[in-house]
């Protein structure tokens, strides 16, 4: 702990151990690290404060708890100044449980990152699951949908972050609560986002972008979309989305947009080169900002969350007037200009979470008892930069004719411009949604399941994952939870998972690490 920060909370750290000195992989630097540390600290003596006072808990506190969590995760606050204004409101908050609270002796993050290697191990687990799942809560709150038992589960897991005396034993089932909580977090957002926007339909995607001015949303929040398109209807401006965004064209509220137009760019990783020259701005909802390069940080803004010294953030009015000006301004492309996806298509679809799924059962059904279909593949996850990731596409390539490719979140950006053709005409490659729409995959899994009366282990169905931040932690608990097995997880293990824990994943879960596409193929085929 001599060094200025450190932090390993995400697939890229450095050196696959830890990011340390002034800087990290992510572009956060030494001093932000250690105003999270710090937010994160006082988040687990709220917590601890709140013990015995649960009925003095307000929406407030809650609402607290979720935006500091979620401003910890990985790519969504660079910025000191809110870091700090967030502190000092959980101070403030915890105070009012505990006025003697300041003059008592405060949990040390430096104690959890110096502990027992397995204890550090389940710890980190806990702590990394609820930054992924706050994200989930805070979405849905945007929308007006809370949980009371998952806002109360927040609290008792930053407390068992804090436990001194807690072994294996009894940190364990904490972390496969994790799991099960955010099953009804995620439960909680499809809600949300449904009765709000209607149920996602197939839909396909553009790749080109139309001449005149134009925006690009990037982000999870579909709120905020809606918010852009109603501000611009009618004023002659495109909207594009990027990254986790495109499946909010599969939305009936908002694909009624005439002026939702397509999908401009690919993974969140490739923002500082797809950015550089593009004539417009660009919206950030969401993590998944990566620090913005000179030539393009004027045209960058940010909301909720979200942010970056000196870029112009789109408070909780929701007035987009400063976007609207600046892709006025900047005027796009002269003509229509053709992109591609990474293995050259000029489109995508989405749109096939399990409500469209499951409209087809009978379809899908038929296809597997005619032998049709012989295998599921769920490829899905986060993308990221490490030349490793190419694993996917080429296993996605290598998937016989035969089976069907379920994906979600923005790892699918690696082979969704595919075409690999229809079963019963069935697309091979079905995008679900966002990271959040696991749910969806979960869904169709028990579905299947209950139709051919077996367990999820039993069905010709494998999980071949990819992972980068906190939201795929919680994912991840949330399949252990459920006693989903012979997981596959790259492109590599998290670092914060001790050999021990390891272990007993691998033993009670075969969760293990992907190999060759050719390799992991023949044995999940088998």
Known sequence: MNHQMFCFQCE????CTGCTGVAGVCGKKADTALLQDKLTEALINLARATKGKEDRITAETDQLVI???FTTLTNVNFNNETITQLIQQTEAQTQLFDAEASLKKHFDINTLWSADEDIRSLKSLILFGIRGMAAYAYHAAILHYTDTHVNKFFY???????AEDWGMNELLPVVLEVGEINLQCMALLDRANTETFGNPVPTEVTLTVEKGPFIVISGHDLYDLKQLLAQTEGKGIHIYTHG???PAHAYPELKKYKHLKGNFGTAWQNQQKEFADIPAPVVFTTNCLMPPK???ADRVFTTEAVSYPEIIHI?????FTPVIQRALELGGYPCDKKFTGINGGESVMTGFARNAILSSADLVVDAVKSGAIKHFFLVAGCDGAKPQRSYYTQFVKQTPADSIVLTLACGKYRFNDLDLGTIGGLPRIMDMGQCNDAYSAIQVAAFLAETFQCSVNDLPLSFVLSWYEQKAVCILLTLL????????LGPSLPAFISPNVLDFLAKNYHIAPITTPE???RKLLQ
Do not use: F, P, V
Not at 315 to 319: P, R, S
Not at 481 to 488: D, R, S, T
């Open 244 to 246: 986790e965004m495109l």
């Open 294 to 296: 000179a030539s393009y």
């Open 481 to 488: 939870h459920l006693g989903i097995k012979n997981i596959l």
């Open 519 to 521: 390799n992991d193929l």
């Open 12 to 15: 890229q750290t450095a050196g």
């Open 156 to 162: 008792k897991a930053l407390s068992a972050i804090a």
């Open 315 to 319: 408070g909780a009015e929701k007035d």
């Open 67 to 69: 935006e500091g969590l």
